[in-house]
């Protein structure tokens, strides 16, 4: 008799019949451009999901979702105050009081002159790419270039996803690819070989949030931050996934200290506390500067709705030293799963990488996680790239940070990590 049937021979259905009824609309309606796991999402608290059929599940991969943690009390309360007594949406064409007190605590907390505002993550590094590219054409380049690096992931717009996301067999987008960008491998060498006269700036992530993630290493940061002052380009970091707080920093590249500071940041995600999107260009005077009136812009970036949930959450984080607590909690987590048989982890404070050894893909393992029978607690992640050469599979664990303890992450791993990941490989 067979005592264990493999996650991938199993069947991973909606939870309840009003979860199915909400899929069954959705997917009826709304394009195909996203795979969801069949589990609807009616209400959040915390560190927990819940649907419509009396189920709840932790959020264990809120690094996408971009939250600190669900309806945190004070975000809600500064937007609904704002919604309720403040100015709906007033253009940048005028002045608005939240909008001093975010551009404020930003510089603040980052160290750099300025921010320009925009919603979501991939409008920011849309703008960052704009801003390089215009400091070429300034410069008197006539095809201005921006070196990137394999495996990258800033966002959808073309610029982007025209010049290859993670596998360019998988050709996302059938489009013309977008001139501008020179996509090279993640080497210093290659960075090296790649810069002529018409690069302006080199633009990567800390970590490789999506691809992963894949972390960086100090030397090799340092490394592409010594390339760009010697050859007098700019450095532009995505921080979008692994800034404010969730790798232990305000900005993940503050780990390898100060001479490592690129010219400028885009920061997104849990900037909007999860409610508003929310999103930034941040950056030296010298960087800032091509931004001129015109050259950039949203009707939402930087509206005051959005600029009192970035508020709130900044106050957040500095209050209740979320980078101190990210360090801690991850440090604990990682420690955890190294126990259990048949994966290899890696982490930058709570955004954690499992491999999975011999699989092609860890989605099987995550769907069991959420849905399996019975599991308490049901717990969503996300099933990541695999590594053919290393003929592993990945999933990325990114709890909300302000919501975990060392009592939930043990609750997790002990009932439902360890139990399904020790018997995900093959
Ligand atoms: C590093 C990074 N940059 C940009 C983006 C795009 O952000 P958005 O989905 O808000 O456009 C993402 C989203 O996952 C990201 O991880």
Redesign the pocket.
């Known amino acids: 008799m067979q005592d264990f049937l493999s996650y991938n021979k199993r069947q991973y259905s909606p939870l309840g019949p009003r979860s199915a009824e909400f899929i069954r609309r959705i997917d009826a309606h709304s394009a195909h451009n996203y795979e969801p796991y069949p589990f609807v999402v009616e209400r959040a608290k915390g560190p927990w999901l819940y649907d419509p059929d009396g189920n709840k599940a932790l959020d264990f991969l809120s690094a996408?979702s971009a939250i600190l943690t669900h309806q945190h009390p004070g975000v809600i309360e500064a937007v609904k105050k704002e919604m309720a007594a403040g100015c709906d949406l007033v253009s940048r064409a005028i002045y608005s009081a939240p909008f001093a007190d975010m551009v404020e605590i930003i510089t603040r907390l980052t160290g750099y002159d300025r921010v320009m505002p925009k919603s979501?993550?991939?409008?920011s590094?849309d703008s960052a790419l704009s801003g390089l590219l215009m400091h070429g054409y300034e410069r008197g380049i006539k095809n201005p270039e921006v070196i990137v690096t394999e495996n990258y992931?800033?966002?959808?717009s073309w610029i982007f996803t025209s010049n290859a996301l993670f596998d360019p067999e998988q050709s996302f987008r059938k489009v013309p690819r977008a001139r501008g960008v020179v996509v090279v491998k993640d080497n210093i060498d290659a960075i090296k070989a790649a810069i002529d006269k018409n690069t302006v700036g080199i633009f990567i992530?800390t970590h490789k949030?999506?691809a992963g993630p894949l972390f960086s290493t100090k030397a090799h940061f340092l490394a592409i931050r010594q390339l760009t002052r010697e050859n007098g380009i700019f450095l532009g970091v995505?921080e979008?996934?692994t800034g404010l707080g969730r790798c232990g920093y305000i900005m993940a590249w503050q780990e390898y200290g100060e001479e490592a500071r690129p010219d400028f940041v885009?920061l997104?995600?849990a900037l909007g506390g999860g409610i508003i999107?929310v999103?930034a260009v941040v950056g030296t005077e010298e960087f800032m500067k091509i931004y001129t009136p015109g050259s950039d812009g949203s009707t939402f970036g930087g509206y005051p709705l959005a600029c009192v949930a970035a508020c709130a959450v900044l106050n957040y984080i500095i209050e209740e030293n979320i980078p101190e607590k990210v360090k801690e909690l991850g440090q604990y987590f990682v420690g955890k799963l190294r126990t259990i048989p048949g994966i290899e982890v890696e982490n930058r404070g709570l955004l954690i990488r499992v491999e999975i050894k011999n699989v092609d893909t860890a989605k099987y393992a995550c769907h069991e996680m959420l849905l399996g029978k019975n599991r308490n607690p049901r717990i969503f992640m996300k099933h990541g790239h695999a590594n053919r050469e290393k003929n592993v599979a990945y999933t990325r664990i990114a709890p909300p940070p302000g919501a975990m303890t060392k009592e939930l992450i043990d609750f997790a791993v002990e009932n439902t990590i360890a139990p399904v990941l020790s018997r995900a490989s093959k």
Do not use: N
């Open positions: 996408y979501d993550g991939g409008s590094t992931f800033h966002g959808r992530e949030g999506e995505d979008i996934q885009t997104g995600k999107p999103s």
